[in-house]
């Protein structure tokens, strides 16, 4: 069964570094999300992508951060300088539709730990 | 913007036992659809069921089911016969416009053996 992949699974890194985290969506699809977990809090959506633009972003989704499609499989979220609170579970989703209907297909998630 | 609840932070029930998960959720809209999604430890999101707002029939997925309350704003997710591979947190989400997911803060639920 197709499935959305992630790399890494877990990525550690300094303060003001920047990280770049992938993901792999199912082929088909056309729709691409990026959420973010804090450690024992809800999922929070960051942004999501169609036609190679970004179709909604969320107030979290500030400057720092950018998502870029730079070929036909890949999806990835930059964060440029990264900060303390931005230490949290990424996950990536995708949907074939768009709209009501469109079922969000989620990947295992990276960890990102900022320190 | 809409708001999803689930009261119950943390739930235990027997193994075999049947459980129900309460979620409550505020919205102006008339057409929407509803999530209940699974996240055992290793902390991937599974989609469980879902529920179209304008389907009065309420979803069923073998184990699982909603009982779906328009008018009352209510979801709550029943898993019946329930297994040691539920222990998960589950996460009630609201569609909101076309694409964005709204969670709730989750409930974790744990089966005892």
């Known amino acids: 069964e197709p499935e959305v992949t992630q790399t890494p699974s877990h990525q550690v890194t300094q303060m003001g570094q920047e990280v770049i985290l992938r993901c792999v969506p199912i082929?088909?699809?056309?729709?691409f999300y990026w959420y973010r977990q804090i450690l024992g809090q809800k999922v929070e959506f960051l942004v999501s992508f169609y036609n190679n633009e970004i179709s909604e972003k969320s107030e979290i989704f500030d400057d720092q951060f950018s998502v870029e499609r730079p070929d036909g499989s890949n999806f990835t979220l930059k964060i440029r300088s990264t900060k303390l609170e931005d230490s949290a579970m990424y996950f990536c989703?995708?949907?074939?539709?768009?709209?009501?209907?469109?079922?969000?297909?989620f990947g295992p998630g990276t960890r990102l730990t900022v320190t | 913007a809409q708001t999803v609840t689930q009261s119950q932070p943390e739930m235990s029930v027997q193994e075999a036992e049947t459980v129900t998960l309460s979620c409550t959720y505020d919205?102006?809209?008339?057409?929407?659809?509803l999530f209940w999604y699974k996240q055992p430890p290793s902390r991937q999101m599974i989609l469980v069921i879902r529920?179209?707002?304008?389907?009065?029939q309420n979803a069923t997925e073998n184990r699982f089911s909603v009982n779906f309350q328009k008018a009352a704003k209510s979801f709550s997710l029943k898993i019946s016969d329930s297994q040691l591979g539920d222990t998960a947190m589950y996460f009630c989400?609201?569609?909101?416009?076309?694409?964005?997911?709204?969670f709730g803060q989750g409930t974790r639920l744990t089966i005892n053996p």
């Open positions: 919205t102006s809209e008339s057409n929407y659809y």
């Open positions: 082929s088909n699809h056309l729709y």
């Open positions: 989400a609201f569609m909101e416009g076309a694409q964005k997911l709204v």
């Open positions: 529920q179209e707002a304008y389907k009065q």
């Open positions: 989703a995708s949907s074939e539709d768009f709209g009501r209907s469109g079922e969000q297909y």
